[in-house]
């Protein structure tokens, strides 16, 4: 039961399968309609002998636009919609040289009497044409090409040999030899354009008397396995070592120059076609006079669309008349969208070489900077220019490596941000979806198309209002083209201007693409997702199309590989490269925005690496930012810079007024004294190396060492700040208040300098480590144009936070500290206790570097306020320390200062 069953399923399915293909064939093909064949029929009426009418008959109907050997007035006009590619017949000639390609129109030597021959008819030009000196040479059918390669070429009548007087041996050996070493120009047919000859190669054009200056060479259509490859290949030595190296991975495909008459010189071999009569077993009506056509070595290829997949090749037309069931109605006159399914060695990443463009190399130096670089006045560095895969630098712009290629799928990431509340999504949406579709341009190589958005709400609630939507589409060109010329077009194209979206919509393209791949477990196919290159978010579909007109050539699209352009503009302008670690940039909203230097560029200029390393920027966006920001640095002279100078140097100065009066008066017998010392000499280092942070750019190894040190001395400072507020802490809140003697003090200020000093070493040890081995960062973590920490994240986990909790813990020691002072003058029933507090409540604050908090709440909310008092408070550090300890110390010491009220308890002056 289950096998018949099976059985009727599956003739139900053969059933439905021959359906579909008459139908796809119908669809994907051009036939004659009936005022055609009306006109064919009145046209071939006068032919008396049947088998010439059909034969003409067929031809007029089938074939159309051709001589037909009966003057020019015999013919069927005909406007051909595909290209030659597409049509089904190929071409019979009635000249005399037809014989040397056995194409000979069969009946071009019939005749009737003069009666019974119509006025429109014309005899007079068969056989009177004066036989060329060419009649008696032969003609071989090649393929085009270097190396061998079973796929489907189409190949090419070629004169491959010497005349038999011809004498010179050498000519005669590169004319004839059947492989040439290293040498692809012995490959390279060229065509005389004074007899319509092709040739193998010149040597054979020479010994065959055509004047060299006639020889058009062939075109190079250079064929590698990866586009990569072809990218690669710039001068004459990388094409021989691809052509002909070891590792051989290339190969050329000659094509004629499109201004000659290609048609009367392609050729195929009879036994690429079906050349017998009902190998389909759908012939019904025999007929001995079509059989016998098909028989005669009469070769003219006839092309069969069965389906948009499958296509057969006959001999010549007779031979498809008698495979096909009725061949008055079977046969087409073209084949709508040919597609081409071959194989081998022959892959679709293709370029039509300049050969002569190769030789030439960019030789202009730049201001400033040598070689192929440019000048950046902010980071005080050359950038080294850089092009799209597959272009170089030319002429202070990126062109194409290869003027032309093949194969090349685009890919398309547009955002449409509605500039009004109101946005009617999906009627939109759907109305832009078919505008796009029935382009002619975008239809013709369209793969895909999808519309996203980044919130699902907008479009699943009743009232959606606002949001994004996002646009992807692929795009498949087959054809020779110019990456550049095309990728402008897609780009006019999908502004959609032939919308009314100015008011209303704003067009954004992104140099990012929305695609990623996501791989569901070990061993698994990837699959296809779409992402906000923004957000990292993923999109949430609304709908998508896939074209099923263009999936001959869609579907070789590789999966996982990047053999595609993005159509944007930073695909094709030149670029510089700005590592993160260089500056502070934030992708953030489709823009790019360098924070330090105030400007930004839209997401069309820009592209970011996907490990988010670094971008890839427009050499004219970014310099345009960079010369107004410099403008307006010039103009300010930067404030910011001159507060920080100014800090710095009364800081230094504080430092060491505090390091000589601690040296003079204090004479290391006390803790805090050591401490203050150690804090002011550790504050002055760090000072320094801040300094010449801002004039060592120029020295990468010095910077490098300047920015480990740098990390090092600030967290150092503020350990020590943490040591002496500690050291405050543990004096005030213990029961016990033994005097410290000289020998104590300094065991204790040795365990502090370990303690101040270790911290900033496992830090800085930390960052070198994972930067080196973790993030595969060659510069040990410290940048060599900044002299300081290089990654973001590194920043924030070494440095920030390790900074923030020692800062949180000074101030919680402080206010301990305070409360405990204040506990115990209070017990002193001390009426001006409130006002005796304020100033040890400063004197305390001074260590703990709590104005690092400033530039925190900088970094977070951007207010220019915090900036600026971050850098007075953090900067004059040095200056707070000697005024709240030194000077006092110096008032004390020369007597100054009154004597404490209660000598019987502890001084609060520390």
């Known amino acids: 039961m289950n096998c018949v069953i099976f059985f009727q399923i599956s003739n139900g399915w053969i059933s439905a399968l021959l359906i579909y293909l008459q139908l796809i064939n119908a669809c994907f093909s051009t036939k004659p309609s009936e005022a055609e064949r009306a006109f064919v029929n009145n046209m071939t009426r006068w032919i008396q002998n049947d088998n010439i009418k059909v034969q003409v008959s067929a031809y007029m109907l089938f074939c159309p636009a051709q001589d037909l050997c009966f003057g020019d007035q015999f013919r069927r006009n005909y406007s051909y919609t595909q290209e030659e590619s597409g049509h089904s017949c190929s071409y019979c000639s009635c000249s005399e040289g037809c014989q040397r390609k056995k194409n000979c129109c069969p009946w071009r030597s019939y005749m009737q009497s003069q009666n019974s021959t119509p006025e429109f008819v014309s005899y007079t030009n068969q056989g009177v044409s004066k036989p060329s000196r060419f009649h008696n040479v032969t003609l071989d059918c090649r393929k085009p090409i270097i190396h061998p390669f079973e796929g489907a070429i189409q190949r090419y009548f070629m004169v491959t040999s010497c005349p038999e007087y011809f004498n010179n041996v050498d000519i005669i050996e590169k004319c004839e030899r059947s492989e040439y070493v290293n040498d692809y120009e012995g490959y390279r047919p060229v065509t005389s354009l004074s007899t319509n000859e092709t040739y193998k190669n010149a040597d054979c054009a020479l010994c065959n008397a055509e004047p060299m200056n006639s020889l058009k060479p062939w075109d190079i259509n250079f064929h590698c396995k990866t586009l990569e490859e072809i990218n690669q ?13 070891p590792s051989r991975t290339c190969n050329i495909l000659f094509v004629p120059p499109s201004d000659i008459f290609q048609k009367s010189m392609k050729c195929f071999l009879e036994k690429d076609t079906k050349r017998q009569c009902n190998v389909t077993g759908m012939w019904k009506n025999y007929d001995a006079d079509i059989e016998n056509g098909c028989n005669s070595d009469f070769l003219d290829k006839y092309m069969f669309c069965e389906s948009r997949l499958r296509i057969l090749l006959f001999k010549n037309i007779f031979c498809a008349m008698c495979n096909v069931g009725n061949w008055t109605t079977d046969l087409m006159i073209e084949c709508e969208k040919q597609i081409y399914l071959g194989g081998g060695d022959l892959v679709s990443f293709s370029a039509l070489l300049d050969v002569r463009g190769i030789h030439s190399k960019e030789k202009k130096q730049l201001k400033k900077c040598p070689g192929q670089q440019v000048y950046d006045v902010l980071l005080n560095k050359c950038h080294p220019i850089v092009c799209e895969s597959g272009m ?29 509340e109101i946005f009617e999504a999906v009627d939109r949406i759907h109305e832009i979806i078919y505008a796009l579709k ?22 699943t609630s009743e009232h959606s209002s606002g949001g994004d939507i996002a646009l992807y589409a692929l795009l498949s060109i087959s054809e020779l083209h110019s990456r550049v010329e095309v990728t402008d077009q897609l780009i006019d194209l999908f502004k959609l201007k032939f919308f009314n979206l100015s008011m209303r919509y704003e067009v954004v393209f992104s140099g990012n693409s929305f695609r990623s791949l996501y791989y569901p477990g070990l061993n698994q196919e990837p699959e296809i997702m779409y992402q906000n290159p923004g957000y990292d978010e993923d999109w949430f579909l609304i709908l998508h199309h896939t074209s099923l007109a263009n999936i001959g050539k869609c579907m070789h699209t590789p999966l996982g590989t990047d053999p595609w352009s993005i159509v944007a503009p930073v695909t094709i302008c030149t670029k510089v490269v700005i590592h993160k670690n260089e500056t502070r940039i934030v992708v953030s909203n489709y823009t790019l925005c360098f924070v330090e230097f105030d400007f930004c560029v839209e997401s069309e200029y820009f592209r970011e690496s996907r490990d988010k390393k670094r971008v890839e920027v427009c050499l004219d966006q970014y310099m345009g930012g960079v010369r107004a920001a410099y403008s307006g640095l010039l103009v300010s002279f930067t404030d910011e810079k001159i507060l920080s100078a100014v800090s710095l140097s009364l800081s230094s100065l504080g430092c060491i007024g505090s390091v000589v009066i601690f040296l003079i008066f204090d004479e290391g017998r006390y803790l805090r004294g050591l401490n203050i010392i150690a804090t002011t000499i550790t504050l002055l280092i760090a000072n320094i190396l801040h300094f010449l942070s801002g004039v060592l750019s120029f020295m990468p190894w010095f910077c490098r060492t300047v920015g480990v040190l740098s990390h090092f001395f600030w967290l150092a400072v503020v350990m020590w700040l943490t040591v002496s507020c500690f050291s405050i802490f543990r004096t005030f809140t213990s029961m016990r208040f033994t005097k410290e003697d000289s020998l104590n003090s300094k065991k204790r200020f040795l365990w502090n300098s370990f303690y101040s000093f270790l911290v900033p070493c496992l830090l800085v040890l ?35 936070i390790p900074l923030a909790v020692m800062v949180v813990l000074n101030v919680f020691m402080v206010i301990i500290t305070a409360r405990e002072i204040n506990m115990k003058n209070s017990y002193r029933k001390n009426s001006d206790n409130d006002a005796h507090m304020v100033p040890v409540v400063c004197k305390l604050a001074t260590l703990t570097g709590a104005g690092w908090f400033l530039g925190f709440f900088h970094q977070i909310f951007q207010i220019q306020l915090f900036s600026y008092l971050h ?26 200062r009154e004597s404490e009220r209660d000598k019987g308890t502890k001084s609060i002056t520390f």
């Open 766 to 800: 930390t960052n070198a480590l994972i930067s080196t081995f973790v993030l595969q960062d060659d510069q040990y973590g410290y940048s060599a144009l900044t002299c300081y920490i290089s990654e973001s994240k590194m920043v924030l986990y070494t440095f920030v």
């Open 392 to 420: 170089r630098y030319e002429n202070s712009e990126c062109v194409p490596i290869h003027e032309l290629v093949g194969q090349y799928i685009y890919e398309v990431n547009i955002l449409i941000k509605p500039l009004t």
């Open 871 to 896: 850098i007075l408070i953090t900067g004059s550090q040095g200056l707070f320390i000697f005024f709240a300890f030194a000077l006092q110390l110096i008032t004390k010491r020369l007597g100054k």
């Open 233 to 245: 290949i710039d001068s004459p030595d990388k094409l021989q070592q691809r052509l002909f190296g």
């Open 438 to 459: 029935t382009n002619p341009v975008i239809s013709k190589n369209l793969c895909f198309f999808a519309a996203m958005t980044s919130d699902e709400l907008h479009f």
